[in-house]
């Protein structure tokens, strides 16, 4: 199969572009993690372009790398020493007391809100938006898939159009429902309307697809039910569908910016990504650039934690859907 | 495979249920509040909110005629083919460097696709801490060489800016997808232009180049998008629309107009212009690029 095939239908949004990445990523990692030392083969191998190719990459790397290490060098470092031009390049000895101080107190300019909360409102959300996004669309895939009932299509084309709804082009009247719900400063409000998902629907029906029908047959035979089968054979094949959509929806929902930037007026309903923005609000003289950047470095740990933690369940099960 | 199944289970409500949550979510935040901005998009409604006014298209007529917004539509134009083909170039040159490395090739792989999970606003932070004026390491190396840099007084700068973070967020996506295409290019055709003499640079831009265009492609609009849509952190993040309203990208005038200058029709008729974009781009991507998958 070429990769070609597996490039996901459409990806207008961040999440989109992930259920896109997850498809296809299916033909990029393994089989690069594979081929290690395989490529070269007959064509030539002139050491001085090998050299040349290393080179490139590593500064290619080392200036994506450059704003990470300079974030982290100076959450190490005293109010002061950041203030310094130019500010020093190794790390400074405030680490610890720069990363409990935001933990703890927050910034004591701006947004006064403990970043230790903002974290927890962050995990919380991020969780309930993958989990909830991945919970209703295996549902409404299996209903598509395994049911003939009237307005089946209609159901499918009109989570099929959300893709075309993304949050930026509908954002007035959306807060407006959210308001009049009452759901303003709340772990719904946060997640609830970013919960529709037309790309893992879509990607839970693909798979679904997929598998043979004898299962649903011999289920039958057994006397077992739709949920019985649902639950005995869909979700445990889907494992690692699941888990390689978990992190990417994780993502997803970690760096979610506009709009809890709407729905959050409370600063204990803060999420990380917000409470950074609201700490750099005060111009340059009022903000503490040594807290913002041990905070930043918060706001990225998380996310790239969970693509470490779940690189063997990621890649799993990207091979396994390489068919 | 099959489009559909051929054994299915009966139960004349259960579907219903399974697919009620998705639906009800559906109708409640996507379907009523666009209906909503379709509807609004033709009313007037005065200074007080007392009165509303149903104007057909009139909302259309003063946006269309509006300096600010015909603006930021070329400031969004600009910046996103910036964005993209910047982003695309640098991509590429890593990718095609990468997918010949012998040594080390995980290493520089995992190194890459560590900025796919910074959020676009933190992505911001990071860059506007290195081009800070008064205390950035970048802007001081800038003006060290003779190149002040004042991003919030040069319209020019402030736009380098939000395209640097938003390049950079976008790299291990691109990056990613560009190696899958290079891997999937069979090696014998590379190995038989060797064979015959052609070196590497003629290889990449005869054969290579063009067997990868079905990847650019659907990069490009995938870039594109996402320099429409997900950059609106990285805006109010680094600029918040300025120097003036010189980085005001069409996503976050909405954001403006309706949140800060409660115009609402306004507001709603721009949200109808983006949601035209986001219609006409989903029509080229299921047009032109997938063909495989169906629907």
């Known amino acids: 199969m070429s990769p070609h095939e597996e490039i996901a239908p459409i990806q207008p949004k961040s999440e989109r572009r992930a259920g896109a990445a997850l498809m296809t990523l299916g033909n990029v990692l393994p089989r690069s993690w594979r081929t290690r030392g395989g490529r070269e083969g007959m064509v030539e191998n002139r050491p001085v372009l090998s050299v040349l190719r290393h080179l490139i990459l590593i500064v290619g790397i080392a200036i994506v790398m450059f704003p990470i290490y300079v974030t982290f060098v100076a959450s190490s470092l005293t109010a002061e020493q950041v203030l310094e031009s130019p500010m020093q390049l190794y790390p400074g000895g405030r680490l610890i007391e720069n990363y409990l101080t935001v933990l703890t107190q927050g910034s004591g300019m701006g947004s006064s809100a403990p970043v230790g909360q903002m974290m927890i409102n962050s995990l919380v959300t991020a969780l309930i938006i993958s989990c909830g996004k991945i919970a209703i669309s295996i549902l409404s895939a299996f209903a598509i898939v395994y049911f003939r009932f009237p307005m089946r299509m209609l159901f499918f084309w009109m989570i099929f159009v959300t893709l075309m709804l993304p949050v930026e082009v509908r954002i007035l009247p959306t807060y407006k429902v959210v308001s009049d719900l009452g759901m303003v400063n709340t772990y719904a409000g946060l997640t609830v309307p970013l919960i529709a998902s037309a790309t893992a629907t879509f990607l839970f029906r693909q798979f679904f697809l997929t598998i043979p029908d004898e299962l649903v047959e011999a289920a039958r035979i057994d006397g077992a039910g739709p949920m019985r089968f649902f639950w005995d054979v869909v979700v445990p094949l889907s494992r690692t569908n699941i888990a390689a959509l978990f992190v990417i929806l994780f993502i997803f929902g970690w760096n979610q910016y506009l709009w809890p930037l709407l729905i959050t007026t409370d600063e204990s309903m803060y999420t990380t990504v917000i409470g950074i923005k609201r700490m750099i609000t005060g111009g340059d003289a009022a903000t503490e650039w040594h807290l913002v950047m041990a905070t930043a470095m918060l706001a990225m740990l998380p996310p790239a934690l969970v693509v470490l933690l779940m690189q063997k369940w990621f890649v799993k099960g990207l091979v396994d859907t390489e068919k | ?295």
């Open chain 2, 1 to 295: 495979m099959a489009a559909e199944k051929r054994v299915v289970f009966k139960s004349p409500w259960l579907p219903y249920l399974l697919v009620a949550p998705q639906m009800v979510i559906t109708l409640v935040f996507f379907f009523w509040p666009a209906t909503q901005a379709l509807y609004q998009s033709l009313l007037v409604e005065d200074a007080f909110g007392t009165s509303t006014q149903f104007v057909w298209f009139e909302n259309f007529k003063t946006l269309f005629a509006d300096e600010g917004y015909l603006s930021s539509m070329r400031v969004t134009l600009i910046f996103s083919g910036l964005v993209a083909v910047i982003g695309l170039s640098v991509s590429l040159l890593l990718a095609v460097m990468a997918d010949r490395v012998l040594r080390g090739a995980t290493v520089y792989k995992t190194l890459l696709i560590w900025p796919y999970a910074v959020a676009p606003a933190v992505a911001a932070i990071l860059w506007l801490f290195l081009f800070n004026p008064t205390l950035g390491i970048v802007a001081h190396a800038l003006d060290s060489m003779g190149l002040p840099w004042n991003h919030l007084l040069d319209a020019n700068q402030a736009l380098t800016l939000i395209v640097i973070a938003a390049v950079w967020k976008q790299i291990s996506y691109n990056f990613l997808f560009f190696l899958a295409g290079l891997q999937s290019i069979p090696r014998s055709l590379i190995e038989a232009a060797a064979i015959d003499g052609a070196g590497p640079m003629r290889r990449f831009w005869t054969m290579v180049f063009p067997l990868l265009s079905p990847t650019t492609f659907f990069l490009l609009v995938v870039n594109i998008v996402y320099a429409f849509f997900d950059t609106f952190g990285i805006v109010d993040a680094a600029t918040s629309g300025g120097p003036g309203r010189a980085t005001e990208i069409l996503v976050y005038k909405v954001y403006v107009d309706g949140f800060k200058g409660l115009d609402l029709g306004g507001s709603a008729a721009q949200s109808v212009v983006l949601m035209a974009i986001v219609i006409a781009l989903t029509f080229i991507q299921f047009r032109y690029i997938e063909r495989k998958v169906q629907y």
